[in-house]
Nanobody, 122 residues
Framework: VQLQASGGGLVQAGDSLTLSCSAS????????MGWFRQAPGKEREFVAV??????SYADSVKGRFTIARDSPKNTAYLQMNSLRPEDTAVYYC??????????????????WGQGTQVTVSS
């Protein structure tokens, strides 16, 4: 399984950005596709996840970010609106085979993309 994240960039506060994560290989529909992020000097943190059973968001992005999935294309999207400087981080997409597919723990994700940089200027 390989994951390819894209769509990062430099934007201003209040702008929007959409990240994409394309998965290839032996992907099962029950897998959850998630996004995590890591800011400089900070630990990697959960952002959002989507699976057949629904979706889940970190409190810090609820109401601003939306995760979506195109299952036939094995692609997940993260629509990020009202971006803030504190959203600046490297964003990683990941895949979990955990039952139900909704996990906020990075340890539950076996497959990771390479990361895409999102920088929000004030």
């Amino acid at each position: 399984v390989q994951l390819q994240a894209s769509g990062g960039g430099l934007v201003q506060a209040g702008d929007s950005l959409t990240l994409s994560c394309s998965a290839s290989g032996r992907i099962f529909s029950g897998y959850g596709m998630g996004w995590f992020r890591q800011a400089p000097g900070k630990e990697r943190e959960f952002v959002a996840v989507i699976s057949w059973s629904g979706s889940s968001y970190a409190d810090s992005v609820k109401g601003r970010f939306t995760i979506a999935r195109d299952s036939p294309k094995n692609t997940a999207y993260l629509q990020m609106n009202s971006l803030r400087p504190e959203d600046t981080a490297v964003y990683y997409c990941a895949l979990t085979s955990l039952s139900g597919g909704l996990s906020v723990r990075s340890d539950d994700y076996a497959y990771w993309g390479q990361g895409t940089q999102v920088t929000v200027s004030s």
